[in-house]
């Protein structure tokens, strides 16, 4: 259980367009989803935490109009880079979470290659 | 504040011999503690985790770890290694602010 999907897996586009990246929780309903993204050989960059039916909250620094978050369902979200460039391209990793208790559990995707041309 | 450091960024070890990847927290508040292993390009998967109860956690893939609160430390263990642990591993506490607090990861290399 708790399984959590992404796609695309990999995409390659031009510089300028705008790529939607969906995060789906497969056999559970989250309460909150997050977005990370990752450069080689890095940790984790928490971008912006989504939670349904409500504006995500962006962390400090990150574009909110440049990474749209939209949070349908439960069990959707989706992160839209807008204008790509190539200093956009990162590895983007989303999690779903679920209140376990007094702690969140987070359940990630399998994470979305990005490269801007 | 809260945080995590973990020390050594990369270590290397032997097939067959003990794998130890190092953890330290801070936190003001009895902590949830995490660890997370990345293959190459894929996402993070729960080794195991630690909250409340026995110290010592077993995790999947033979791995384990003791929370020790005097030494603030969640460390990484697993008696004999294999090929197939060589990834990336990150150490997590959850924070008051309801997110994971992470580390900057030990990539772990495995000799044959």
């Known amino acids: 259980g708790a399984v959590v999907s992404q796609h695309p897996s990999r995409v390659i586009c031009k510089s300028g367009t705008s790529v939607k990246i969906e995060c789906r929780s497969l056999?559970?309903?989250?309460?909150?989803m997050f977005w990370y993204r990752q450069f080689p050989k890095q940790s984790l960059m928490l971008m912006a935490t989504s939670n349904e039916g409500s504006k995500a909250t962006y962390e400090q620094g990150v574009e909110k109009d440049k990474f749209l978050i939209n949070h349908a369902s439960l069990t959707l979200s989706t992160l839209t880079v807008t204008s790509a460039h190539p200093e956009d391209s990162s590895f983007y990793i989303c999690?779903?979470?679920?209140?376990?208790?007094?702690?969140?559990?987070?359940?990630f995707g399998p994470g979305t290659r990005l490269t801007v041309l | 504040a809260q945080s995590v450091t973990q020390l050594g960024s990369h270590v290397s070890v032997s097939e067959g011999a003990l794998v130890l990847l190092r953890c330290n927290y801070s936190s003001s508040v009895p902590p949830y503690l995490f660890w997370y292993v990345q293959y190459p390009n894929q996402g993070l998967q729960l080794l195991l985790k630690y909250t409340t109860g026995a110290t010592l956690v077993k995790g999947i893939n033979g791995f384990e770890a003791e929370f020790k609160k005097s030494e603030t430390s969640f460390h990484l263990t697993k008696p004999s290694a294999h090929m197939s642990d060589a990834a990336e591993y990150f150490c997590?506490?959850?924070?008051?602010?309801?997110?994971?607090?992470w580390g900057l990861g030990t990539s772990l290399a495995v000799n044959p």
């Open positions: 999690s779903a979470s679920l209140i376990a208790g007094p702690y969140n559990e987070q359940f």
């Open positions: 997590a506490v959850f924070g008051n602010n309801r997110k994971l607090i």
């Open positions: 056999d559970f309903q989250a309460t909150t």
